[in-house]
């Protein structure tokens, strides 16, 4: 074994190494670093210290990427358009944009949240985090003569080796805030706490009036929690689920085709209220509701009564509500619509088997998919279907003029088959879609989408009609 072998078995134990003073120190959970292995460090011990040396003091930890991380690290290997997991966010502020308070804004996101300060590697096909004490992001400043085109540009820039893997940009003579983020670092919680978190220290820059921000848990925490439990329970909830999920079902359509639809639309005022009052009288999440309409216009669109859809669910901890970084999870859950189904008895079994999925959180679709189709997962699109619903968001910016709601420039490919989503927020109920051109085409989306609110609505007014 080298040295640099026993440092990155240690590291992907949780043991955070360090050179300080000549001596080589060691932190980390109990009982890992056993007497053989301090023989080994003791063994080794020149070139595990020229190794921690090399790193440098800007290093202050090295440790595997999380498990849906390494997903989307195994899938970027593979898609034709890796330029999929870019986001690309531009908003109308409403006030002309102050670059120094906005750098100052950024500067405080990158030192308070650790994975804006990380650079992430590969080692042996794995994605490997290394946490900086401090990364630069220069606010840009676009032209805006074609503002598409070069927001589109402005994310291709964001580099894997040089943190953050979030920039920020305003458009020359606007009032236009762009921000361009990769999603391996972001998922709509991060969306929603990065837009509110800026927007308060932008203002503190400002006017002076203080952010008072909550203390925010480093995304190692979450990433050791994770890998912990992987330890203990990972083999037992795959082998639960694999189970309960039965035979794989057959794609629908590749994502990666290049071509993608998207679009959003607003439900009219009591939709929302209605939704909610249907999940609180059967005592279910609002999911439930939304997977059992899923599963009906699948059957429509596809043919097929039976579908295993992803359910995007959050796996923050108490502690990690404030924490920036991919925590959520895509749990996957099989529906099927049955002979003589009510509205009731679809919406039951949705619930049943969102419970049974929430029973392990930090198990996702990519562990079923690499289970079911052994050294070929991560070249196949799993789940065909994502299901999201993030209640309570606001998915926008208040830089002093009032909240206003990102807009998304669509990137190249499709990271799913079909997506739906539901937000709810200040900006009040939206449907979300987005399709792979394979599936669909764009002249259909809007339909889809209205056919979903259709279905919703059915479902809240017939409960006990028949489907």
Same mark, same amino acid.
């Given at each position: 074994?080298?040295?640099?072998?026993?440092?990155?078995?240690?590291?992907?134990?949780?043991?955070?190494?360090?050179?300080?003073?000549?001596?080589?120190r060691?932190?980390?959970?109990?009982?890992?670093?056993?007497?053989?292995?301090?023989?080994?460090?003791?063994?080794?011990?020149?070139?595990?210290?020229?190794?921690l040396?090399?790193r440098?003091?800007?290093?202050?930890?090295?440790?595997?990427?999380?498990?849906?991380?390494?997903?989307i690290w195994?899938?970027?290997?593979?898609l034709?358009?890796?330029?999929?997991?870019?986001?690309c966010?531009?908003v109308?502020?409403?006030?002309?944009?102050?670059?120094?308070?906005l750098?100052?804004?950024?500067?405080?996101?990158?030192?308070?949240?650790?994975?804006?300060?990380?650079a992430?590697?590969d080692?042996?096909?794995q994605?490997?985090?290394?946490?900086?004490?401090?990364?630069?992001a220069?606010?840009?400043t676009?032209?805006?003569?074609?503002l598409?085109?070069?927001?589109?540009?402005?994310?291709?820039e964001?580099?894997f080796?040089?943190?953050?893997?979030?920039?920020?940009?305003?458009v020359?003579g606007?009032?236009?805030?762009?921000?361009?983020?990769?999603?391996?670092?972001?998922?709509?919680?991060?969306?929603?706490?990065?837009?509110r978190?800026?927007?308060a220290?932008?203002?503190?820059?400002?006017?002076?009036?203080?952010?008072?921000?909550?203390?925010?848990?480093?995304?190692?925490?979450?990433?050791?929690?994770?890998?912990?439990?992987?330890?203990?329970?990972?083999?037992?909830?795959?082998?639960a689920?694999?189970?309960?999920?039965?035979?794989?079902?057959?794609?629908?359509?590749?994502?990666?085709?290049?071509?993608?639809?998207?679009?959003?639309?607003?439900?009219?005022?009591?939709?929302?209220?209605a939704?909610?009052?249907?999940?609180?009288?059967?005592?279910?999440?609002?999911f439930?509701v939304?997977?059992?309409? #899923?599963?009906?216009? &699948?059957?429509?669109?596809? *043919?097929?009564?039976?579908?295993? %859809? =992803? $359910?995007? +669910?959050?796996?923050r901890?108490?502690?990690?509500?404030?924490?920036?970084?991919?925590?959520?999870?895509?749990?996957?859950?099989?529906?099927?619509?049955?002979?003589?189904?009510?509205?009731?008895?679809?919406?039951?079994?949705c619930?049943?088997?969102v419970?049974?999925?929430?029973?392990?959180?930090?198990?996702?679709?990519?562990d079923?998919?690499?289970?079911?189709?052994?050294?070929?997962?991560?070249?196949?699109v799993?789940?065909?279907?994502?299901?999201?619903?993030?209640?309570?968001?606001?998915?926008?910016i208040?830089?002093?003029?009032g909240?206003?709601?990102?807009?998304?420039f669509?990137?190249a490919?499709?990271? #799913?088959?079909?997506? &739906?989503?539901?937000?709810? *927020?200040?900006?009040?109920?939206? %449907? =979300? $879609?987005? +399709?792979?051109?394979?599936?669909?085409?764009?002249?259909t989306?809007?339909?889809?989408?209205?056919?979903?609110?259709?279905?919703?609505r059915?479902?809240?007014?017939?409960?006990?009609?028949?489907?």
């Amino acid at each position: 074994m080298t040295a640099g072998d026993l440092v990155w078995r240690l590291e992907s134990a949780g043991v955070r190494l360090w050179h300080e003073d000549g001596l080589i120190r060691f932190d980390g959970p109990a009982g890992t670093v056993t007497d053989e292995v301090l023989d080994e460090l003791r063994s080794h011990r020149d070139a595990v210290a020229a190794l921690l040396a090399e790193r440098g003091p800007e290093v202050v930890r090295v440790l595997p990427a999380a498990m849906e991380q390494q997903r989307i690290w195994r899938a970027l290997r593979h898609l034709a358009h890796p330029e999929v997991w870019l986001n690309c966010f531009y908003v109308d502020v409403g006030t002309r944009l102050h670059v120094g308070a906005l750098q100052t804004a950024m500067d405080k996101m990158i030192a308070r949240h650790e994975l804006l300060r990380t650079a992430i590697t590969d080692r042996d096909g794995q994605a490997v985090l290394t946490v900086l004490r401090s990364a630069e992001a220069p606010v840009r400043t676009l032209p805006g003569d074609d503002l598409e085109a070069e927001c589109r540009a402005f994310a291709a820039e964001l580099d894997f080796a040089r943190p953050p893997l979030t920039r920020l940009a305003v458009v020359r003579g606007t009032d236009i805030l762009v921000l361009a983020a990769h999603h391996i670092i972001t998922d709509g919680v991060t969306m929603d706490l990065f837009g509110r978190e800026l927007g308060a220290l932008y203002r503190e820059a400002l006017d002076g009036i203080p952010a008072r921000l909550p203390p925010a848990e480093p995304f190692s925490s979450f990433a050791d929690r994770e890998r912990v439990w992987s330890q203990a329970h990972r083999r037992e909830a795959l082998a639960a689920r694999t189970a309960a999920l039965g035979d794989p079902v057959k794609p629908l359509v590749s994502a990666d085709d290049g071509g993608v639809s998207s679009s959003w639309l607003p439900l009219p005022a009591d939709d929302g209220p209605a939704l909610r009052a249907v999940a609180q009288r059967m005592r279910v999440p609002v999911f439930a509701v939304m997977a059992a309409a #899923c599963a009906i216009q &699948l059957r429509e669109l596809t *043919g097929r009564a039976t579908s295993i %859809i =992803g $359910m995007s +669910a959050d796996s923050r901890s108490d502690t990690e509500q404030h924490t920036i970084g991919l925590l959520r999870r895509h749990l996957p859950i099989r529906v099927e619509v049955r002979s003589g189904d009510t509205w009731r008895s679809l919406v039951r079994r949705c619930a049943d088997e969102v419970f049974q999925a929430l029973r392990w959180p930090l198990l996702s679709c990519d562990d079923v998919e690499r289970s079911w189709l052994g050294s070929d997962a991560g070249q196949h699109v799993f789940p065909q279907v994502l299901l999201t619903h993030l209640p309570g968001f606001s998915l926008g910016i208040d830089m002093g003029a009032g909240f206003v709601p990102w807009d998304e420039f669509v990137m190249a490919g499709s990271r #799913c088959p079909l997506t &739906l989503e539901i937000t709810s *927020g200040a900006d009040g109920v939206r %449907i =979300g $879609m987005e +399709a792979a051109a394979g599936l669909v085409g764009r002249s259909t989306i809007q339909r889809l989408m209205e056919r979903y609110a259709e279905l919703l609505r059915d479902c809240a007014a017939r409960l006990d009609g028949d489907v």
